[in-house]
């Protein structure tokens, strides 16, 4: 069974960094597709970035394109999302998503697996 834990979330002023990681246990050979949602009080949880964890091919949800980067340290079964230029608008909880049906998505309902979220938070 494949389990995910996140880390690394924090309250940070604008335009500061953090660096999100999401510990992966479980996985077999054709887990392949990951990727980090984010849900804001009041609204839907939605795709922030995604990648395939073999070939490190990517996509990004137009808002963070330039500012945030997702990666994985496969011998560590890790993924990460290094968050640059943060924003308030970026304050939500995070959630690392594993088990994807299709690589590089940003759909909720293409991903079965789920951590427990990070919060992230940006003041003005």
């Known amino acids: 069974q494949v389990q995910l834990v996140e880390s690394g979330g924090d309250s940070v002023q604008a335009g500061g960094s953090l660096r999100l990681s999401c510990a992966a246990s479980?996985?077999?050979?054709?887990?392949?597709?990951m990727a980090w949602f984010r849900q804001a009080p009041g609204k839907e949880r939605e795709g922030v970035a995604a990648?395939?964890?073999?070939?490190?091919?990517?996509n990004y949800r137009a808002s963070v394109k330039g500012r945030f980067t997702i990666s994985q340290d496969n011998a560590k079964n890790t993924l990460y999302l290094q968050m640059n230029s943060l924003k308030p608008e970026d304050t939500a909880m995070y959630y690392c998503a594993a088990r994807g049906s299709l690589c590089g998505s940003l759909q909720e309902s293409d991903y079965n697996t789920w951590g427990q979220g990070t919060q992230v938070t940006v003041s003005s």
């Open positions: 990648m395939h964890i073999r070939l490190g091919v990517s």
């Open positions: 479980g996985f077999t050979e054709n887990d392949v597709c």
